[in-house]
């Protein structure tokens, strides 16, 4: 039988963090031991924390989530500290994993990290073809820099660090703060309180147009744990809903709406960014070496959210 592993989650305490530990946490995996850290366990932007957790936890395999993650708003206005923050979590990681024999790395890219001006869908082998969106260049470069990173591990030193390409997420434990949130957990939040307030109108930021594939973070928990037992390949592997399966945001403020049960009235402000129009990315190599793989259906995964929402509204992060 082979050793016990030590599984270290970075970024733990968040969305996708919390949903891989729900899913690990009903399982039985005796031979695997879980450990969920947040900023509070360690500042890994400090590379002495770093090392000081690794030596703590010791390590066999770390799945890395850790970073600076915000919307697009937030974005615009923070690229280097987005940049920097994540490049120096990044590379303290990778190069402590290495230092102390970690056996695999599996770390988190982006599908907005992709070309601005690219074809469609986009695929794995097309990260570095072209410059990002401007508005996050600084966390798409820095994510950008894990892929080279990972490829230069494994030409020097033999190591198996690869990456994965979610595309956007959403469910339970979401960042739902107005100012820094992503669109879904935006969306919930502003919903909610307008309902509160016993207002008659959503309004959403932009036109509502543009179109996305989003992940609900249970289905992309399923997916880690199976990158990390299965999938044996340096070069990135994207974590994506089908094609056929992209929405549109207004359509997710419908559905958002719907779940609630709000009657009221839905209004665009198109004075507000749209972002990128679209940036639809294939998952047929995902498809490919995982065919059996179902994924939630966008209204069941929204309601559980919404309902989630509700009932933690008191300890949610808002
Ligand atoms: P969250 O914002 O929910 O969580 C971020 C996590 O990173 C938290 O656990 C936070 O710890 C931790 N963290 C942040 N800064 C530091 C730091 N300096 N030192 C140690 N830990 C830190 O993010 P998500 O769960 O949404 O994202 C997880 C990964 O998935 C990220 O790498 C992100 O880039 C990627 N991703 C996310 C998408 C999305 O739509 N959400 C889409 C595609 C990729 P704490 O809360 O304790 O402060």
Redesign the pocket.
């Known amino acids: 039988m082979e050793n016990k592993r030590v599984v270290l989650v970075?970024?733990?305490?968040?969305?996708?963090?919390q949903a891989i530990k729900d899913l690990v946490d009903n399982e039985q995996s005796p031979n695997e031991t879980w450990i969920f850290v947040?900023?509070?366990d360690?500042?890994?932007?400090d590379i002495g924390q770093t090392e000081t957790l690794f030596e703590k936890h010791k390590p066999t395999h770390v799945i890395h989530?850790?970073?600076?993650?915000g919307g697009l708003f937030h974005n615009m206005s923070h690229n280097l500290d987005f940049l920097r923050?994540n490049m120096h979590?990044n590379d303290n990681v990778l190069e402590t994993s290495f230092k102390t024999g970690v056996v695999k790395v599996v770390s988190?890219l982006?599908?907005c990290i992709f070309p601005d001006k690219t074809t469609y869908p986009i695929d794995e082998s097309m990260v570095h073809l072209g410059p990002p969106h401007p508005s996050n260049f600084g966390y798409s470069y820095a994510?950008r820099l894990i892929d080279i990173s990972n490829k230069a591990y494994f030409q020097q030193h033999g190591c198996m660090f690869t990456s994965v390409v979610?595309?956007?997420?959403f469910g339970p434990?979401?960042?739902f703060n107005l100012e820094s949130s992503?669109v879904i957990p935006g969306l919930i939040r502003k919903l909610h309180r307008a309902m509160e307030c016993g207002e008659n109108q959503f309004t959403v930021l932009g036109s509502g147009k543009p179109l996305r594939q989003f992940i609900y973070s249970r289905d992309l928990a399923r997916l880690f744990v199976w990158v990390l037992r299965h999938y044996d390949d340096v070069e990135p592997i994207i974590l994506s809903v089908d094609e056929k399966d992209e929405v549109s945001i207004s359509n997710a403020a419908e559905q958002i709406a719907g779940a609630f049960g709000f009657q009221g009235q839905l209004v665009y402000d198109t004075t507000m960014a749209d972002g990128q129009f679209k940036k639809t990315a294939s998952n047929a190599k995902l498809r490919k070496l995982n065919p059996n793989f179902t994924f939630t259906p966008f209204p069941q995964a929204i309601k559980e959210t919404v309902q989630w929402f509700k009932e933690n509204y008191q300890n949610a992060r808002l």
């Open positions: 970075t970024g733990g305490t968040g969305l996708v963090g947040g900023s509070k360690a500042n890994l932007s989530l850790a970073a600076m993650v923050t979590i988190c982006s599908t994510k979610p595309c956007n997420v434990y979401d960042n992503h």
